[in-house]
């Protein structure tokens, strides 16, 4: 197993990077910055938060996303924003090789599972063209500071007729399940968030989902990108979305 390493000089005070609910979303490397410290905030409580908030929900999602992620056995995955490794563990049960790698390194470091990863950003992944046979990336997409290129960077390294699956939240398109879980998750899940992790942060990520383009804007973008036949579909009434897609050939 590769173990996450980190170069880093002093820890700078994660709480000052996360910004305020009072305070606008952040934006280019402050972005950048605030998401590297909240996620080292919250990795050691992360998982159990997971669960607890989406009812487990979470696990049947990413099991979904590995089923439609397509590949055999063996096949080797790039598993952006691993976090503490839900997604690459559940691959690994299906015999696929997976490879983490998160801009955080606490969260890499926070990981349970024994899976090779290493702490790279998004946009400049370490693995040559073509050299992978997919990608999955789990409630991630709104973090990333230009996630057109980030997209860009998985069509680099996944090889011709590859896959890639992406998990993320998404606001269901029922206007009554819609207000419902704009309450739950702007207002509850802060509060889970506080007495179980960090406050501050658990009130920025329902706020981040400002980050998202909207549906048909995504689906364009992974097209740009140099994927074909791409699916958009929403799980459990349309709070959670997975895009899937291959890698066109030559």
């Known amino acids: 197993m590769a173990s996450p390493t980190s170069d880093a000089g002093p820890a700078p005070d994660r709480a000052a990077l996360i910004p305020r609910a009072d305070e606008p979303l952040p934006t280019g490397a402050d972005k950048t910055a605030s998401v ?3 996620f080292d905030t919250i990795a050691p409580r992360y998982d159990l938060v997971n669960r607890i908030m989406t009812f487990r929900m979470d696990v049947g999602w990413r099991r979904r996303t590995v089923d439609l992620l397509g590949l055999a056995p063996g096949a080797t995955v790039v598993d952006l924003a691993s976090g503490t490794g839900d997604l690459s563990a559940e691959m690994a049960l299906r015999g696929l090789v997976p490879v983490g790698a998160d801009l955080s390194f606490g969260m890499l470091a926070a990981a349970p599972v024994p899976f090779s990863r290493v702490q790279a950003d998004g946009v400049a992944l370490p693995f040559a063209d073509g050299s992978v046979d997919g990608a999955t990336c789990g ?3 709104r973090n990333f500071t230009d996630l057109e290129a980030t997209i ?3 069509g680099r390294v996944i090889r ?3 896959r890639m699956a992406l998990l993320e939240v998404a606001e269901p398109p029922n206007p009554i399940m819609r207000w419902g879980h704009g309450i739950y998750f702007g207002k509850v899940v802060p509060v889970i ?3 179980l992790s960090d406050g501050q942060a658990y ?3 329902p706020r981040s989902v400002a ?3 909207e549906p048909p804007e995504l689906v364009s973008m992974v097209e740009r990108c140099g994927f074909r036949d791409v699916d958009r579909s929403l799980l459990s009434g349309g709070i959670a979305q ?3 897609a291959t890698r066109v050939l030559g």
């Open 36 to 38: 590297q410290a909240l």
């Open 139 to 141: 409630f991630a997409l």
């Open 152 to 154: 860009a960077e998985l």
């Open 160 to 162: 011709p007729g590859g």
């Open 193 to 195: 968030g506080g007495l």
């Open 203 to 205: 009130s920025y990520l």
């Open 211 to 213: 980050y998202l383009p």
């Open 242 to 244: 997975l895009i899937t």
